[in-house]
């Protein structure tokens, strides 16, 4: 299974940014596909996650209301839409796909299959 990140890149304080990630290897619509990041000298941490068929999504708190997060089952892709963009979001953003049960969606080992990480960072 591969998960190649795109997006990221250098944006303003208040700005937006779109990460896409491309799977394959696995049939794409019967996985939850979702985003982490990591901050320098920081653990990493949920940002949300889509489910497989009904596209429901979940967010961490500190991004609800300015993120969000779609899928094409077409594609095989799915995208990360980041809003209002505050220079606490710099982080290694990371695509995951799994089907974690929901008590553990936001648990980093629920996921199986972890792309190589997309830097974004945001400058105040």
């Known amino acids: 299974v591969q998960l190649q990140a795109s997006g990221g890149g250098l944006v303003q304080d208040g700005g937006s940014l779109r990460l896409s990630c491309a799977a394959s290897?696995?049939?794409?619509?019967?996985?939850?596909m979702g985003w982490f990041r990591q901050a320098p000298g920081k653990e990493r941490e949920f940002v949300g996650t889509?489910?497989?068929?009904?596209?429901?999504?979940y967010y961490a708190d500190s991004v609800k209301g300015r993120f969000v997060i779609s899928r094409d089952n077409d594609k095989n892709t799915v995208y990360l839409q980041m809003n209002s963009l505050k220079s606490e979001d710099t982080a290694v953003y990371y695509c995951?796909?799994?089907?974690?049960?929901?008590?553990?969606?936001?648990?980093?080992?629920?996921?199986?299959?972890w792309g190589q990480g997309t830097q974004v960072t945001v400058s105040s």
């Open positions: 290897g696995h049939t794409f619509g019967n996985y939850d």
């Open positions: 889509i489910s497989k068929r009904r596209g429901r999504t």
């Open positions: 995951v796909s799994g089907n974690p049960i929901l008590s553990e969606i936001r648990s980093a080992r629920a996921y199986p299959y």
